[in-house]
């Protein structure tokens, strides 16, 4: 039987339920990628090998998320499984990772220092002169307060 086939009222249960089952699917994906990125960054900000402990204080204290234990287990075995962390007694993140977390990092850091030059150099050209070190922070702070 096709949805064709179907009642309107049929078709569109049908369709809700197909709906209901691909959101629930995307859902479950997004969430388990949003945890293995969480747990990327904590270990990544983490001593080079770290205990279960560690990784725990350091999505507390850093990143302020809280995983239940029974949570960041499964995803640390997903890391694992994608070879993005080994494990041998402690959990450390693959060198081929870590050097791309670290090239987004110097890309965000460089593209963050280009934005900000550009904010004082726009001040500075409408003011007509030079601004000193604590009016260019000013600048910065202004601008930050801004954007929140």
Not at 61 to 78: A, G, K
């Amino acid at each position: 039987m096709s949805l064709a086939d179907l009642s309107p009222e049929q078709r569109r249960q049908a369709v809700i339920r197909l709906s209901r089952f691909v959101l629930r699917t995307g859902v479950g994906e997004i969430r388990d990628e949003l945890q293995e990125n969480v747990v990327e960054m904590a270990l990544f900000l983490g001593p080079e090998a770290s205990s279960f402990d560690d990784i725990v204080r350091i999505l507390k204290d850093e990143l302020v998320v809280d995983f239940p234990r029974q949570v960041l287990r499964p995803v640390l075995s997903r890391l694992q499984q994608k070879n993005l962390v080994s494990v041998d007694g402690t959990y450390r993140l693959s060198t081929v990772r870590r050097k791309e977390m670290q090239e987004q990092v110097n890309d965000y850091t460089e593209a963050w220092q280009n934005v900000l030059e550009q904010l004082t150099s726009s001040t500075e050209q409408y003011l007509g002169r030079k601004c000193s070190a604590e009016e260019r922070e000013l600048i910065v702070q202004t601008w930050l307060g801004f954007l929140n």
